[in-house]
Structure formats: C-alpha cells, structure tokens
C-alpha cells in the first residue's frame, strides 16, 4: 500500500509582516512519499485521495494571522485568528 504523508514546521518565529509572504515550512520531520519540498513549500499530491491538513496558527497581541492552502493558486481553505488587547490604565 503507497503512503503519503509530511510533517513541516517553522524552525524559527515569523513575522510580523505587513503584506502577503509565501510562507514555507523549512524544518521537515516526516516526509513519506516526498510529497512535500522544503525548498518551496508546496506539496506534490502524487496518489489520488482524501488528504487532511492540520494547521497550528498563533498571533500575539494587536496582529492578525491568516494562513491560507491553496490548490493550483487558488485558495481552497484559510485560517485566521484576530489577537487584540484594548487595555486602559
């Protein structure tokens, strides 16, 4: 039976920015099928299937995060989440 599977992350923190960045997951523990290049950060679906995709995404206080998968450049699903602290002393 072909198994695909890749586990990426950052090596390091990102951000913040302030416009649009290709964000590539350099620090590859699993990559079985090589499905997944560490140089692009795209993945390569190479046996037909359901694949599902687990995504952590964190900001810290008054930045929005919003992380984004795409299919052949067109976004399929997205992730956001919205960190504001609005503290009067």
Same mark, same amino acid.
Request: charge should be negative; aromatic fraction near 12%.
């Given at each position: 039976?072909?198994?695909? *599977?890749?586990? *990426?992350? !950052?090596?390091? +923190?990102?951000?913040?920015?302030?416009?649009?960045?290709?964000?590539?997951?350099p620090?590859?523990?699993?990559?079985?099928?090589?499905? $997944?290049?560490?140089?692009?950060?795209?993945? !390569?679906?190479? =046996?037909?299937?359901? $694949? *599902?995709?687990?995504?952590?995404?964190?900001?810290?206080?008054? $930045?929005?995060?919003?992380?984004? =998968?795409?299919?052949?450049?067109?976004?399929?699903?997205y992730?956001? =989440? @919205? +960190? @504001? =602290?609005?503290?009067?002393i």
């Amino acid at each position: 039976m072909l198994q695909v *599977a890749f586990l *990426a992350r !950052l090596s390091e +923190h990102f951000g913040p920015i302030e416009e649009s960045a290709h964000l590539i997951f350099p620090q590859v523990d699993t990559n079985v099928g090589s499905g $997944y290049d560490p140089a692009s950060g795209s993945f !390569l679906v190479t =046996i037909d299937g359901v $694949y *599902a995709f687990h995504l952590h995404v964190m900001a810290v206080s008054n $930045y929005i995060a919003w992380l984004a =998968i795409k299919v052949r450049g067109d976004i399929t699903c997205y992730r956001h =989440i @919205i +960190h @504001i =602290i609005d503290i009067d002393i």
